[in-house]
């Protein structure tokens, strides 16, 4: 596997656990059902413990986690899109119409976070060495992209994903899809 599409992947991943927890933030604040701001807390509490772990497995690897990357601004673009459309809608005045506008924005930056999280397990097979371990080392929670509201126990390495889809396409530095 070649060392940018790591880089390019990681990168993106820790972008979109930023932007979880920016739109996890979003969602509770459209929250109408008690039971759904629990979960969303729960969820954001484990995207920002992604997040540090992603930080780590940069650093880990000497990449600079600051680095804005092509691919990166777009991951921040959507995720920023995401928290405005829950902004608008809260701001109309319809919670339940909010509430699942905010559903729907969780769901997409669920499935980006795990479409992420297989990928890098893909990669690890295909890589050894610092690069292997690093792309193995998922935290020990993940959210539940089934909308249960319950941290799921991961082991490192191992992704709960359960697609069958085998890609190793990744927005790439330059912004095109490799």
Same mark, same amino acid.
């Given at each position: 596997?070649?060392?940018?599409?790591?880089?390019?992947?990681?990168? #993106? %991943?820790?972008?979109?656990?930023?932007?979880?927890? /920016?739109?996890?933030? /979003? /969602?509770?604040?459209?929250?109408?059902?008690?039971?759904?701001?629990?979960? *969303?807390?729960?969820?954001?509490?484990?995207?920002? $413990?992604?997040?540090?772990?992603?930080?780590?497995?940069?650093?880990?690897?000497?990449? $600079? @986690?600051?680095?804005?990357? @092509? /691919?990166?601004?777009?991951?921040?673009?959507?995720?920023?899109?995401?928290?405005?459309?829950?902004?608008?809608?809260? !701001?109309?005045?319809?919670?339940?119409?909010? #509430?699942?506008?905010?559903?729907?924005?969780?769901? +997409?930056?669920?499935?980006?976070?795990? +479409?992420? *999280?297989?990928?890098?397990?893909?990669?690890?097979?295909?890589?050894?060495?610092?690069?292997?371990?690093?792309?193995? %080392?998922?935290?020990?929670?993940?959210?539940? @992209?089934?909308?249960?509201?319950?941290?799921?126990?991961?082991?490192?390495? !191992?992704?709960?994903?359960?697609?069958?889809?085998?890609?190793?396409?990744?927005?790439?530095?330059?912004? %095109?899809?490799?």
């Amino acid at each position: 596997m070649k060392r940018k599409h790591i880089k390019d992947l990681l990168y #993106q %991943s820790l972008e979109t656990e930023r932007a979880a927890a /920016a739109i996890y933030a /979003a /969602a509770i604040r459209c929250a109408d059902s008690n039971d759904l701001k629990k979960e *969303w807390k729960t969820n954001l509490s484990s995207a920002k $413990d992604n997040k540090r772990a992603l930080r780590k497995v940069l650093e880990k690897l000497d990449l $600079d @986690p600051g680095k804005k990357t @092509p /691919a990166r601004r777009i991951i921040a673009h959507l995720g920023d899109s995401l928290v405005t459309t829950m902004d608008m809608a809260r !701001k109309a005045g319809d919670k339940k119409a909010a #509430q699942g506008v905010a559903s729907e924005c969780v769901v +997409f930056i669920e499935s980006k976070h795990e +479409f992420n *999280w297989a990928l890098m397990a893909e990669m690890a097979s295909d890589t050894d060495g610092d690069e292997a371990e690093a792309l193995e %080392s998922r935290p020990t929670t993940e959210v539940d @992209p089934g909308g249960a509201g319950k941290p799921k126990s991961a082991k490192p390495g !191992k992704t709960k994903t359960k697609t069958k889809r085998r890609s190793s396409n990744v927005i790439a530095g330059d912004g %095109s899809i490799k």
